[in-house]
């Protein structure tokens, strides 16, 4: 085959014609979804920001007033209401909220995980499991706090239990989808030597999966993390949180807010650290 | 014959301890045909990077049409880069972008920081890639998503790319490693074609030894990041082979390449 | 051997699980977590909230107002993810190994990404509250600073994974900076990075009621409201209406992540 071959046979005349100019972007049904969502999005952002109710809050103001107070905060941070082993204290409270939310909604999700995953469960189960999930998961973290502490009473205990639905809810879907990217080979090998159920759970899909269950569970211990300290303010969990709840809303103490917002980057920053190196180990192994 | 490019004493060195390339000295002429082989690791890759510095050399000099490629500046490096087209191995096409899009990649270079950014081409241009798609037997996939495509096609996309930069030379990084033997031959008949008939220079990166014997006018290898043989692949013979690739592997390549005719 | 094996992996276990049992009774202990009251209030909410937590028909009249509460948190959650989008783009390239301009660019863009993401949202809005009061700008700008900070991690991750080969490819041709991204990094990444652009608003509309509650603006405020007021008719048709607000919003994302991806 010769180049000057193909060229005569197949003269770029046919292609081209002389008067319509050539279309380089071709719209097909990706970019047109793609931008309509894009300018959905612009427009009812626009839309939001000549409709919210400002309370005659003016925006420059603010933005100036806000950028005094973060002066204020992190070059003036001071301790008033508590010392530093205090504040450390509370800080481990909080961390101690999101460690047993995680544990107890991991191992919970474990099962249900299990139950919930289409290779391992029959349709029907999967499926009811699912949207039960899918509806844990829409009612905010905050309210099931919240509506859980009318009967437990404002405490550790509501909060333990609300985010715990709420990391149930998470984990179960992150876990059985895990268990669904598992290589049916696997299971069907196992099948085929007459293990039983149970035994193909703990002897192929769990430490095929582990990794993934892994860094789920730390991920959601990360998250966990931040709604510990917003229930500690918005639910009365104790912690961190509730002084930081304290110290903007009741004694008004900016250098304060500065201290606690910095007990809470240190440690926020210090789970990210650890969650990317168990990441990046688990991806090597 | 003019030379085109030149590499005197050229280093490269990653890190503390890896030396990727050390004194490589060799030059070619306008309008050759040159297949650069070596075992894995030996820094074929590296050395065909080193050319249009994707990556820098560490040392050494590298004149390219009469300029020292080492000493350009942004604008000049630029420059120069519209006139060396690359191939890679695994093409390197958005994926996302129709086949024209894609080829018209390759006229950005000679575009102002705007109209580059606004992706506004001429009429010719366009023109131009329809013709090169035409060439490369894709007509039919004008408006496809790159994505779409098998590898082979995917990889004359690719050379469409690079030819529509009006290359002096292209530069082509292990073209057909990720391709059947079918697949391989189309590629390779292209490249020596427009060789020919374009007069452009290609200096291919190879792992089949028999496919770099049978298209090359020259052979270079390369070893441990030294070049160890330069020369015609007329004479090339079975020891030197052994010294490229190192004493075990060479038995398998010459049982490949043993039946193949040499001279093309 | 093979005992040895099987033993040290047994021992392992063993560890791993008294290392769990250890951490657990520790956070136990210091939440004050009564274990006992964890298990008899879960059967005990379920049986208050079959009896008290359900909408009636009063508090239906009370809908058109709530609706307009719910429109303006969700107004808020889009605005706040979509313009910190914006930002988080330009961050991203800056900060992206794939495009960075140079490193000291991209270690700062790093930070400040890092600085805003980690602290959380209802601390945000606890410090926007001093500078912009009740105003829906405080959960405005507490929503947009930790979109900000997270989207700009997505995108990065997105860029580093999705267009370094092309990239590559477009910088071989000569192209200027402004071409690579554009033609490149852009149209590789854009339907990853709007998949994750919806994910962030489903994500700030509950953090919007977490916020209100704790502003006094939007759903969460009208939750608060009638929570305190022991009306929890009233509350319950609030987080009805949320939920809805959420699972339909999902539905329609996962619609659009399903052509586009
Ligand atoms: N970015 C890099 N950083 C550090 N070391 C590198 C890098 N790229 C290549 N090397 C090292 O340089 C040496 C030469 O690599 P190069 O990719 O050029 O080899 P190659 O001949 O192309 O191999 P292959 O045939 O497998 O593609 C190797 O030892 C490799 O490990
Ligand atoms: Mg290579």
């Not at chain 3, 402004?178 to 990075?193: G, R």
């Amino acid at each position: 085959m010769s180049v000057e071959n193909t060229v005569t046979t197949k003269t770029s005349s046919e292609l081209v014609n002389r008067d319509k100019p050539i279309k380089v972007k071709p719209l097909n049904k990706v970019t047109i979804v793609i931008r309509l969502t894009l300018l959905s999005l612009v427009l009812l952002s626009i839309y939001g920001f000549l409709t919210f109710d400002y309370k005659d809050v003016g925006l420059i103001e603010g933005i100036a007033a806000s950028i005094a107070n973060f002066r204020v905060m992190f070059t003036e941070a001071h301790f008033s209401h508590f010392n530093f082993l205090e504040g450390l204290h509370q800080v481990f409270i909080t961390i101690g909220l999101a460690l047993l939310t995680t544990l107890i909604g991991a191992i919970i999700s474990l099962f249900l995980g299990l139950f919930a995953a289409q290779n391992l469960s029959t349709v029907r189960v999967s499926n009811m499991i699912k949207s039960f999930v899918a509806f844990i998961r829409a009612v905010p973290t905050v309210l099931w706090v919240l509506i859980f502490a009318v009967s437990a009473g404002l405490g550790s205990v509501a909060a333990v239990i609300g985010m715990t639905f709420h990391s149930v809810g998470y984990l179960i879907k992150a876990y059985s989808e895990s268990f669904e990217e598992l290589d049916e080979g696997v299971i069907e090998a196992l099948r085929a030597s007459g293990a039983n159920w149970w035994q193909i759970v703990w002897q192929a899909v769990i430490p095929s999966t582990i990794t993934y269950l892994v860094s789920w569970s730390f991920l959601r211990f990360e998250i966990n993390f931040g709604v510990a300290v917003a229930m500690g303010a918005a639910a009365g969990a104790g912690g961190i949180g509730y002084d930081m709840f304290m110290a903007s809303t009741f004694y008004l103490d900016l250098r304060e807010v500065g201290t606690i917002t910095f007990y809470i980057l240190i440690f926020a920053i210090l789970l990210e650290v650890v969650a990317i190196r168990i990441k990046r180990h688990l991806k090597t192994v | 014959m003019t030379m085109l490019l030149e590499l005197h004493d050229v280093s490269k060195q990653y890190g503390n301890n890896t030396i990727a390339l050390s004194d490589v000295n060799f030059s070619v002429r306008e309008g050759e045909f040159v297949s650069v082989i070596g075992p894995s690791g030996a820094g074929k890759s590296t050395l065909l990077r080193c050319i249009n510095r994707m990556i820098d050399a560490s040392n050494g000099e590298i004149v390219f049409d009469g300029v020292n490629a080492l000493g350009l500046k942004r604008k000049e490096l630029r420059n120069l880069r519209t006139k060396i087209g690359i191939i890679f191995q695994h093409y390197n096409l958005v994926d996302r972008l129709s086949v024209i899009e894609n080829i018209l990649h390759g006229r950005l270079g000679y575009k102002s920081a705007i109209t580059g950014a606004l992706g506004i081409y001429s009429r010719e241009e366009k023109e131009q890639a329809l013709k090169l798609l035409n060439i490369l037997g894709l007509e039919d996939q004008v408006y496809k998503r790159s994505d779409q495509l098998s590898g082979g096609q995917k990889q004359r996309v690719g050379i469409a790319r690079a030819l529509i930069q009006n290359p002096k030379m292209l530069l082509c990084d292990e073209p057909i490693a990720s391709l059947d033997p079918n697949a391989s031959k189309v590629i390779m008949d292209y490249l020596k074609d427009i060789s020919k008939s374009m007069g452009i220079t290609v200096l291919i990166n190879l792992h089949q030894v028999d496919v770099a014997l049978k298209y090359s006018d020259r052979i270079i290898g390369v070893s441990k990041g030294s070049v160890v043989y330069d020369g015609s692949p007329r004479h090339i013979t079975k020891e030197e082979i052994h010294h490229i690739y190192g004493s075990e592997a060479g038995d398998l390549i010459m049982d490949l390449g043993e039946d193949t005719d040499y001279a093309g | 051997m093979q005992d040895k094996f099987f033993l040290k992996k047994r021992l392992n276990s063993i560890l791993l699980f008294c290392f769990f049992l250890a951490i657990t009774y520790g956070a136990i202990i210091i939440t004050e977590y009564n274990v006992m009251d964890g298990f008899t209030s879960v059967p005990e909410a379920f049986r208050w909230g079959i009896s008290n937590f359900y909408p009636t028909q009063s508090s239906l009249e009370k809908l058109p107002n709530i609706m307009e509460k719910l429109i303006e948190t969700l107004l808020i959650s889009i605005a706040s993810a979509t313009i910190a989008g914006i930002f988080a783009l330009i961050f991203a390239i800056f900060g992206s190994n794939t495009t960075k301009i140079n490193t000291f660019f991209a270690t700062i863009s790093r930070f400040i990404a890092t600085l805003f993401r980690n602290i959380d949202v209802a601390v945000w809005s606890m410090i926007l509250l001093f500078s912009f009061g009740q105003s829906a700008l405080t959960g405005y700008f507490a929503l947009f600073f930790v979109s900000f900070g997270f989207l700009t991690r997505a995108f990065i991750e997105t860029i580093d994974e999705v267009s370094n080969n092309s990239v590559e490819a477009l910088r071989a041709t000569g192209a200027s900076y402004s071409s690579i991204v554009i033609h490149s990094v852009i149209p590789s990444s854009a339907p990853q990075m709007l998949s994750w652009l919806l994910f962030m608003i489903e994500t700030n509309i509950r953090s919007a009621t977490l916020v209100g509650i704790l502003t006094g603006t939007g759903i969460g405020f009208s939750f608060d409201l009638y929570y305190k007021s022991l009306d929890y008719n009233s509350a319950s048709l609030v987080v009805v209406t949320i939920v809805i607000a959420i699972l339909l919003l999902e539905s329609l994302s996962n619609y659009i992540r399903r052509v586009i991806l």
